[in-house]
Structures are given as C-alpha cells and as structure tokens.
C-alpha cells in the first residue's frame, strides 16, 4: 500500500505503525488477547513499509528547573485521593474536553490508541447506570460476603449504594477495544489494549488532579456487558474502568491511608 | 486484628483497606489472576473493620483557571512522544525519584500498591539488559518474521538492535506484585494488579513529560523471567513495562503519526 496526503490515508498509516517493542512481547503474561501470528505478520509488513520519520524537537529546561518541576508535579498529584462523596455541582464541560484530550496523549501498543471515554452527564442516563451497578452490588454483597459482612458495612456506612452514581456531574466509561478492523475488514488485533489504556486513565488522572477535579477509580462489578449495551458500545469494546467526576462534598471524608516511602517502591542498582 | 499506633500498623492497616469499587468486576475481563473468593472476604473483613475515615479538603480553582490548567497540561502532554534515539547524557538523579514517588501516588486495587519500579544506571547492568533483550528480539525476528521482513527492516534501520539500553542514563524496569502475604503468611491476591501498576505508569510518563524527559514504552519480549532473575527480584513479581529514561539525541527522529481527534475517543451523553 502506497501512502498518499490526505486525513484519512494519515489515519491509516497511523493506526497501523507498529512501536516495534510493543508488538513483541509474551501475551501469556498479562494481557488478555493471544496473538495470531498470521495477522501480527501480516499487520507489520504494511505498516513499517509505510511510516515516514521526521526529526524531533523538544523543549529543554535546567537541571534547577527539572528537579523544581519534578518535585512541584510530585506534590500536586501526592495530593490526589480516592474520593467517594462528589458533590453535584456543575463543572464546566471544557474542562472535561481538555482532561479527555489529554488521556489521548498516552501512547499504545502498535498505536492502536484502543480506548473510547464515554462521558454521561444525563441524569436519566447516569441514574439507569446507578441502577445497574447497584443491582450488581447488592447481589455481590449478599451472595458473596455474608450477614456478618454486610452488618460490619452497614456500620460502617459502605454498602452497595452509590449515590454517586447521580450526583457527580459527569460519568466517565472507559472502554478498551480489544480489537479494530483491517481495511480489508479483517480483525485487527489491538496488542496490549488493556495496558495501553490502563496507562491512559493513569494519565487522565493526572490531568483530573491537575484540573481540581476529584473521582473514585472503580471498576464495576460484573457490569460492563449491560453498560456497554446501555451506552450502545459495539461488541469489540468492554468496559475497564468507571470515573464519576466532580468536586468533593463539603463533608467529604477519605480513608485514612498513608502511601508506601520511595525506599519501598523503588530499587536503584 | 486491632488498629495500634506506629508506622508498621498504619502500613498493614493502609495496605488491607479496600478501595471498595475496585475489589468486585469479574476478574475473567481482563486481569490475570482469578478471585479467590474466601482470600478475598479474608482480606476484606479485617480491612473495612480497621479503617478511620478523616475529613478531606482540597484546593479550589476557579472555572478559568480550571480550564486555562487543563488547557495547559493537554498541551505540555500533547508534546509527548516515544523516542528511541537517546543520548547518553547524565540526568539528576533528584528528578528520577521525583518522578517515582509521582508515580507511586497512583491508586490500586484495593490499596495494594502492587508495584516495584527498578531503576538501572550501572553500565554493566544496563548492557546486561541489552543482551538480554536483543538476544530474545533476534530470535524473534529471525524465527517469526522470516526474510522478505527482516530485510524490510534492515533497509529501514529498524531491527534487533536497541542501543538505548546502552546509552539512556536510567532504565526503569516496571514489575507488577501479582500477589503479596497476609501477616500469617497467606498469599495476599493483589486485585487489578496490571491494570493498577499501568495506571501508575501512566502518571511516570506524565511525571517524565512534565520534567523534560523522554522514553519508549516497551515491553521486552519473553524477557520477563530472565531480567526478573538478573535483577534479583522475587517470585510474586513479573515484568510488566521496561522504560529507558533520558534527553532525545540531537540527530532524533520520531515516526509521522498523528492522535485521534477528540471526536474518535470521546461520546458525550
């Protein structure tokens, strides 16, 4: 295939230029699609026939100002928590535009970029997710967890309601496509879909904290075939992770956790 | 167990919380090591008994200000892209544990912080790596890809060789904890243990745009064992990303992709 101009002929060769390490690894270890030799073959040799490289530039900052930058970015996202209480008041929607845009920075195995943010800010919408996720719930809890369990929550105020299903202004779904579609409508196998758009959401975020905007990263239980038809998602993407996102009640409360010292999570050698 | 003072109780209290949405989805989606139901009440019941709540409060930005740092982020993140051409110029090492205490504020299922981040700078060690690796990479080139394809990439400069194993200052190997131990000594399942040490390489790689540093994302093809081995770590870990960390050098190039628009990744309802 020659590459021509145009938008769409970019989109090609885009989706299909392999990031060479990506593409290799062992798939028995983590991700959750084999991978067809066939195909993976045949997806390569087009792509890197096609993919022109061009020079690159960046910015470049001080040492003083890395480490400045690196220790200020630290404190502003040490500062993130897990919150359960969101308030219902309106966040502007740009914002919401520009965290989304952001999480679409992340790079992605084969750059497939496999993930597609639904963002639900109708509260007939949102109150048919809350529904559906509390069903679930309520079943997960009383089947698997057992009187004694389910009374130790109820004390604890944690149960399988989630109001804030309905009070978060947005709702985020992000769903990973485990597989896209050749030109030639053959499958195309999405290599590390779930990792690539894991590292999304990880970089969304970052860019949520960085905004003020707070969310409980959840993954609901048992859910995504009956969100993914709600949302009328087609058959080639599942749901990974669910963000309500807002601001934090006034009288939120958050677990008092504290996080692992760099000694423990980091080994230098 | 009762809740005592000092920092090993606050440690075990912290590390047996759970982040309650994310305990629940249906592991078959996705993750890489099935529930085990009675671990999982286990550990969930001596969690929730154990876990003060305390008030959160958090900055307030105005809606501009909101939208004009949203705006700013997508834009330093936009600029982000996988370099494989790295120079072998030294780095602050100030900045490298920056950004890995940046990365280890990520969330996890349930609190579990499954993640170790080991970080290379020893030559040696690092040109260990690189054998490793290249080792596995020919063999797989040379077995999988056959000639027509291996000549394809050598014509293109692209094959085995990953001289930036060498020549990057650090390389940063991600392994994810896939289980830890209960203070009896019952194996502890780390829930979302992949989709949680992803999400935390997320926020490194926002923490290394955000410090003026470039990497690749890369996953070493069946090298997880025999780096895991050369890097003396323990059974429970497994190699999820290897990331080498560094300036481009002058003469970099990157390939000419574009991102999906906002359109193709996000659906507003």
Same mark, same amino acid.
Request: proline share 7%; with cysteine; net charge neutral.
């Given at each position: ?9 970019? $989109? ?12 290799? @690894? ?13 195909? =993976? ?6 792509? @890197? @026939?096609? %993919? /022109?490289? %061009?020079? #690159? !530039?960046?910015?470049? +900052? ?22 359960? #209480? ?17 999480? =679409?920075?992340?790079?992605?195995? /084969?750059?497939? *970029? ?9 509260p007939n919408l949102k109150h048919k997710i809350r529904e559906i996720v509390e069903e679930e719930e309520e079943i997960n809890y009383k089947k698997r967890m057992g009187d004694r369990w389910v ?11 989630? @109001? ?5 202004? +947005? &709702?985020?779904?992000? #769903?990973?496509? %485990?597989? =896209? $579609? ?6 195309? !196998?999405?290599?590390?879909? *779930? ?17 003020g905007l707070y969310t409980v990263t959840s993954t609901p239980l048992n859910c995504g075939p009956q969100l993914r038809v709600l949302l009328q998602r087609p058959a080639n993407e599942k749901l &990974? &992770? &669910? ?8 009288? /939120? !409360? ?8 760099? *000694? ?6």
């Amino acid at each position: 295939m020659k590459k021509t101009n145009g938008e769409k002929e970019k $989109r090609d060769t885009k989706t299909k230029h392999p990031s060479r390490p990506w593409v290799d @690894e062992d798939l028995k270890d983590g991700t959750d699609h084999p991978l067809e030799e066939e195909e =993976g073959e045949e997806e390569w040799q087009g792509l @890197e @026939e096609n %993919v /022109a490289h %061009v020079p #690159f !530039t960046c910015e470049r +900052y001080s040492e003083a100002e890395m480490i400045k930058r690196s220790q200020t970015f630290y404190e502003l996202l040490n500062k993130r928590r897990s919150v359960r #209480f969101l308030s219902d008041e309106p966040v502007p929607r740009e914002v919401i535009d520009n965290v989304i845009r952001t999480a =679409g920075t992340s790079p992605s195995g /084969a750059h497939t *970029e496999p993930w597609t943010f639904v963002v639900v800010q109708d509260p007939n919408l949102k109150h048919k997710i809350r529904e559906i996720v509390e069903e679930e719930e309520e079943i997960n809890y009383k089947k698997r967890m057992g009187d004694r369990w389910v009374n130790d929550l109820k004390r604890l105020r944690t149960n399988w309601i989630k @109001e804030y299903l309905d009070t978060a202004p +947005y &709702l985020i779904l992000i #769903f990973k496509q %485990v597989y =896209g $579609r050749l030109p030639n409508g053959k499958k195309k !196998t999405h290599y590390y879909n *779930e990792i690539s758009v894991s590292i999304a959401c990880g970089i969304l975020l970052a860019a949520l904290q960085n905004a003020g905007l707070y969310t409980v990263t959840s993954t609901p239980l048992n859910c995504g075939p009956q969100l993914r038809v709600l949302l009328q998602r087609p058959a080639n993407e599942k749901l &990974l &992770l &669910l963000l309500p996102v807002g601001y934090p009640k006034r009288d /939120a !409360t958050v677990p008092a956790l504290t996080r692992k010292p760099l *000694e423990d999570i980091m080994v230098f050698m």
